[in-house]
């Protein structure tokens, strides 16, 4: 049976690289498959520790934005990782899980989940994880479904000020991140600062023209038009005009998002409870696959 599983750190709301990387594509999947889950990784965000009150508001503002971008929990079962603990188990074998890759693919697994929306910068984790289940299969027998990365177009948005490097909730150059909330203005202020090059027509190759080609696939995918279409639509422009039309479609896209947002973050209780309420299937889910897995391996 198909499984989709993903997650997201709590580092406040998502940036437009989470959008388009990963989000966009779980609001499309929860729509194709029957067995869909989407985790806040309150656990992973420990590797960059924060106030205790900080991380608490960081994962509500998250699941308001999740929510707002259309994760929908009667189709999927949204939760925090931290509160899916198999309960009554002492965990065996702790401290390995707390290494970064491993814990990533421990998530996935303890699911037996079959397929992960990441974008491409999580290739690399993914393959960690199909290599511990073609490892634990080869011990035990099959038992893990090899998970496999589902990429969108936009697999990897670029930073504004950099186009060598992805887009980063970390970067410290403000402008570089487009956040789902930031003003119409300062998406505005990001998209005319953003760095391309010395020729002034649109055109799309991604590696001699990197600036310009990371706000076409930026356009076509906030759009839903082809990266065609989108340059039949730029003909004429120069590529100073063309931010504002890119910034002017973000704007759109992400209006609406941001009011609901804002909605989303007045409800905190409406906001715990749907995560609760996830955790909850999920931890029905999980609990025989992990009794299964302790049996296999013997410590049962
Ligand atoms: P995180 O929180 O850094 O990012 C969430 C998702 O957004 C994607 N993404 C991007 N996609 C395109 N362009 C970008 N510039 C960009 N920046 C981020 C990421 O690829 C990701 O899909 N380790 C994970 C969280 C995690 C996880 C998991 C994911 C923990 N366990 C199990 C999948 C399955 C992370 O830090 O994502």
Avoid at 63 to 83: N, V
Avoid at 130 to 156: C, M, R, W
Avoid at 226 to 235: D, G, M, P, R
Avoid at 261 to 273: A, M, P, R, V
């Amino acid at each position: 049976m198909d499984r989709i599983f993903s997650g997201i750190q709590p580092t406040g709301t998502p940036h437009l690289g989470n959008y388009l990387g990963a989000i966009q594509n779980w609001v499309n999947l929860q729509e194709k498959y029957n067995s869909v889950l989407y985790s806040i990784m309150d656990l992973h965000s420990l590797t960059m520790p924060k106030e205790s009150a900080v991380l608490r508001q960081n994962i509500l503002d998250t699941t308001a934005a999740i929510l707002a971008c259309g994760i929908d929990p009667r189709k999927c079962f949204l939760f925090r990782q931290s509160l899916m603990k198999c309960t009554g188990q002492n965990n065996d074998g702790n401290v390995g899980l707390l290494t970064y890759p491993v814990l990533q693919a421990a998530d996935i697994l303890l699911y037996k989940s079959t397929h992960v929306p990441v974008g491409e910068d999580q290739v690399l984790h993914l393959e960690l994880a199909q290599d511990i289940a073609q490892h634990f299969n080869k011990k035990y027998g099959e038992f893990f479904p090899v998970p496999k990365a589902i990429l969108s177009t936009t697999k990897k948005i670029k930073s504004l000020r950099d186009p060598a490097v992805k887009m980063s909730k970390s970067d410290p150059q403000k402008l570089a991140t487009v956040n789902i909330v930031d003003s119409p203005e300062e998406i505005v202020l990001k998209f005319r600062k953003a760095v391309t090059d010395f020729t002034s027509e649109v055109t799309y190759d991604p590696s001699s023209r990197p600036g310009v080609s990371n706000l076409v696939s930026i356009h076509a995918a906030v759009t839903g038009l082809s990266i065609e279409e989108v340059l039949h639509q730029a003909i004429g422009l120069d590529t100073a005009r063309y931010k504002m039309v890119v910034a002017e479609s973000v704007i759109q896209k992400f209006t609406p998002i941001r009011n609901e947002i804002k909605k989303l973050q007045e409800d905190k209780t409406y906001l715990i409870k749907v995560l609760e309420a996830g955790a909850e299937k999920a931890k029905e889910l999980a609990t025989p696959i992990y009794q299964e897995i302790r049996r296999l391996v013997g410590f049962q």
